[in-house]
């Protein structure tokens, strides 16, 4: 809605400018009604275009500075998000590594009794074994003991006894040195898994050490990321605050010019209707002397030629046609109001038809701009302007003919790049330049 109104007060602006500067001999009648329009409303209503241009550009730029910082805030926002997510699955991994290593550390310490206990267990059979081993050495062979007291005349059932016990302690010492073999087998498979929770433990340690260390660094820069976005809250803000400062001061300028230059607009239809009925007499005039003989010129000359179209300004290809679009700049949707040629700075800008230059100037949107009055066409009046020009040819309230080189293409005011602005406005209002040429 703010882009159609903009658009209407640029309209009706574009009028108090033409009011102002006409200098057509078909207008003579009416300049010292033109001087006062200049005196009081035109003058006001270029001078508030200008600061409306001005704010446009203030507000496009706060626009661009927003759109920038809020870019950046949601990125920050994005990056901090991640990093204390980060930091959640740090702490939840640490929390799971220590209860694992606690878990590994009483493993270890009870293998380490285990090993111990067997240990001992080692020592004390070894011991046994040497301990039968000296006996009988000591007592040497009890069945050959027991043959010889037999042989001597002891009893015979003590012999026997004699052989049983011997029976009985062999088998013991086998069993004891059985034992001692097993418990030599146990210990080495616990060495063995002592050593393998040593190295779990190890691990484990040096794996929740690591995570430690990314963790404190992932809250580091948690807190980093923190007061960034806390700052990037504080540059959008004011970004925000700038822009709207920016809008709000371009509506009330707009709001203060908007009767006025409806008021000016309606100036220009009477004048245009002026022109119009100035027109039909001469129409009427020519056709009384025709039909006398008379063969003497119209006291009051036309402006312009008497061609029904218009001639391209320059030799070039359409870069943007007539129509609603995005504007480059600003970012609005709103009506392009005329027909953009791609040319190089500095190519001669030539009037698509005759007519009298009845202001030419510098606007803050348009850049150096030529109104070009071309007369009545098709039953109304045309009028062309030559737009973000580099510099002019000739000066206001000259006469010039079609094809005449009036200034030179450039990029000056709201421009991307250098090209020729070309707009039509019949009867004050812009129209297709494509439906003329």
């Not at 939840?92 to 285990?114: C, G, H, I, N, P």
């Not at 027909?339 to 850049?367: E, H, L, R, W």
């Amino acid at each position: 809605m703010f882009s159609h109104t903009r658009t209407a007060v640029t309209s009706a602006l574009v009028v108090a400018a033409i009011i102002a500067g006409l200098t057509a001999p078909s207008f003579a009648d009416t300049k010292d009604d033109l001087e006062r329009q200049k005196k009081e409303a035109s003058g006001a209503a270029q001078d508030a275009k200008k600061d409306l241009d001005a704010s446009t550009k203030e507000f496009a730029e706060a626009a661009a500075a927003l759109q920038a910082a809020q870019a950046k805030l949601g990125a920050a926002q994005a990056e901090l998000a991640s990093t204390r997510g980060k930091v959640v699955v740090a702490t939840a991994f640490d929390a799971q590594m220590q209860t694992k290593l606690e878990q590994s550390q009483a493993e270890l310490e009870a293998a380490r009794s285990e090993l111990d206990k067997g240990e001992k267990r080692v020592v004390r059979s070894a011991r046994s074994v040497e301990d039968f081993a000296v006996q009988d050495y000591l007592e040497g062979d009890r069945g050959l003991r027991a043959l010889s007291g037999l042989l001597q005349g002891e009893d015979p059932s003590t012999y026997g006894e004699q052989i049983s016990l011997n029976g009985s302690v062999s088998d013991q010492q086998v069993a004891t040195m059985q034992r001692l073999e097993a418990t030599r087998v146990i210990l080495k498979l616990n060495r063995q898994k002592v050593q393998k929770l040593r190295d779990k433990v190890k691990a484990q340690r040096a794996e929740a050490a690591a995570n430690l260390v990314e963790k404190q660094r992932l809250e580091s820069a948690a807190e980093t990321q923190t007061a960034q976005v806390a700052d990037l809250v504080t540059v959008s803000a004011d970004a925000e605050a700038t822009a709207a400062t920016a809008r709000a001061e371009d509506d009330r300028r707009y709001q203060e010019q908007l009767a006025e230059a409806a008021r000016v607009e309606a100036e220009l239809k009477k004048l245009a209707e002026e022109e119009l009925r100035k027109a039909r007499e001469r129409a009427a005039r020519e056709a009384a002397r025709k039909a006398r003989g008379d063969t003497s010129p119209d006291p009051e000359p036309p402006t312009g030629d008497t061609g029904g179209t218009l001639t391209r300004p320059v030799s070039g290809p359409i870069t943007s046609p007539y129509g609603m679009r995005v504007h480059p700049i600003t970012g609005v949707y709103k009506l392009h109001d005329g027909m953009d040629f791609g040319v190089p700075c500095g190519t001669p800008v030539k009037a698509a038809a005759s007519g009298t230059i009845i202001q030419q100037y510098f606007n803050g949107a348009y850049g150096n701009r030529i109104i070009l009055n071309n007369g009545v066409k098709r039953g109304v009046n045309v009028v062309t302007t030559y737009n973000h020009l580099t510099r002019f040819a000739l000066k206001a309230g000259a006469t010039v003919e079609r094809g005449q080189v009036i200034g030179y293409s450039g990029s000056t005011g709201y421009s991307t790049g250098c090209h020729l602005h070309f707009m039509v406005l019949t009867n004050g209002k812009t129209v297709n330049p494509a439906g003329w040429l």
